[in-house]
């Protein structure tokens, strides 16, 4: 049995269906209040083993509330007025919760719950982003309580730090100046002896809001406009998706500018397709076609090319290399079959090893870097057509200055021919060029 206060159902319907009900729904969130909540009825969501499990529509489980299958046949769901969705023993209500949404918030934190650390268990409650927008399953992203700071932290795949939200001051963090005109949303801290932990609450009860660990890995603060039925963005971070680290991942460029923000280089195809189109990059791209180096099932004979990308911020964790000159460095990073780009800039040689990360294209005035990409010879075309492009443009030079002198030689003859009243025999306006 689900219970509901009618008080505030229209204060938490949009929250709670976007914490448990499928993603789909939330096109038409107060229409579907109903089926997500109707634990009786709704093949989504049921209590089975004394869990809470959600289902896809191929009735498979993609979430549960993982207590031990030994619970009574009679745990009850009650969902509160502030959002927190309960399970508890039906037998003995008097008894401590079996398990609370507020300490397994998934990717949504509601106004109320606690996003910190239990010193006592060290429990820390994380905010895991989903795997895309249309997929619910635990994602890359998670925010978390620096254990050791009064911050926020976010990792990549649990362990790579990129954002940190910087110190909390007593108001607001320090690397979120938006948090200083804020008159919606009031945060504070505790840290005492049995936990560490930041909560937040609105200074309007009749709003609502949430704050979010989006799948392309930012933080966002939300809050729902009836009359446009949208989320409003209040703030996020890191505030534009091309700082996320790796955002585009495995050599994907960031651009700021463009939409979407995440393109492969040259050479390069979305590893998956799906992904790209939900706007999720993090997967990044593959090469179109194999290296020649260290690759024996090519025999062509040709070797690996470079191609240039400029106005570019240069991708993390370079190594460099001794190097007295570009094509010193060039052949420094071709003649290592693992080395996927180099860059010089005019004393410093800098390679690069495996996956291309955290590339950004920047403006033409912001002095970007240029660096080459190890690219298979077959993207290019022939070294004979390129030597007759570069021929083709000398040539295609010369005859213009040529031209350009001839033309000149008349106009000047003819000049000299109107002050002297002399003719110029054999030029009557028309200029013949000889192959």
């Not at 010193?119 to 620096?146: A, C, H, M, V, Y």
Request: net charge positive; charged share 15%; with cysteine.
């Amino acid at each position: 049995m689900l219970n509901v206060s009618k008080r505030k159902l229209d204060s938490i319907k949009l929250a709670v269906v976007s914490v448990l009900a499928p993603p789909t729904s939330q096109s038409c969130l107060p229409n579907s209040l109903a089926a997500a909540m109707d634990v009786r009825n709704n093949p989504w969501i049921m209590i089975y083993g004394g869990n809470l499990v959600l289902f896809n529509e191929s009735k498979i489980p993609i979430w549960s509330t993982n207590l031990s299958s030994s619970r009574s046949s009679s745990v009850e769901a009650v969902l509160g007025d502030d959002g927190n969705l309960v399970l508890r023993d039906g037998s003995n209500s008097s008894v401590s919760p079996l398990w609370q949404s507020f300490y397994f918030p998934a990717h949504t934190w509601l106004p109320g719950a606690k996003v910190g650390l239990n010193k006592i268990t060290e429990r820390n409650t994380l905010l895991i982003s989903w795997k895309s927008e249309d997929d619910p399953s635990p994602g890359l992203f998670s925010l978390q309580l620096d254990p050791n700071q009064s911050r926020y932290l976010i990792f990549r795949n649990r362990s790579k730090y990129y954002w940190d939200s910087g110190s909390w001051n007593g108001h607001i963090f320090t690397l979120v100046p938006e948090m200083r005109s804020n008159y919606i949303y009031n945060f504070s801290y505790v840290n005492d002896a049995n936990e560490s932990y930041f909560t937040y609450s609105l200074y309007n009860e009749t709003l609502i809001s949430r704050f979010v660990m989006a799948a392309g890995g930012q933080i966002q603060q939300q809050s729902w406009v009836e009359s446009t039925r949208q989320w409003f963005l209040f703030w996020s971070q890191p505030k534009t998706q091309c700082e996320v680290y790796a955002y585009c991942g495995a050599f994907g460029r960031c651009n700021g500018n463009s939409q979407p923000f995440c393109n492969c280089l040259r050479g390069f195809n979305p590893k998956k397709w799906e992904d790209w189109k939900s706007e999720v990059f993090s997967g990044g791209c593959v090469r179109a076609k194999n290296l020649q180096c260290g690759n024996s099932s090519v025999v062509n004979g040709k070797s690996d090319r470079f191609f240039s990308s400029n106005n570019m911020k240069l991708p993390a964790n370079p190594q460099t290399v001794a190097a007295r000159s570009a094509q010193e460095c060039e052949s420094t990073c071709l003649s290592n079959c693992t080395c996927t780009a180099y860059a010089y800039d005019g004393s410093l040689c800098s390679v690069w090893f495996g996956d291309l990360l955290d590339m950004q294209q920047v403006a033409d005035d912001s002095n970007g870097s240029t660096i080459y990409i190890r690219l298979a010879a077959s993207e290019f075309s022939s070294s004979k057509n390129d030597k007759g492009i570069v021929k083709g443009g000398v040539v295609g030079s010369v005859v213009m200055v040529s031209l350009f002198g001839l033309v000149l030689f008349v106009f000047l003859r003819r000049r000299k021919t109107v002050k002297t009243g002399k003719a110029v025999e054999g030029w009557r306006g028309m200029l013949i060029l000889k192959s």
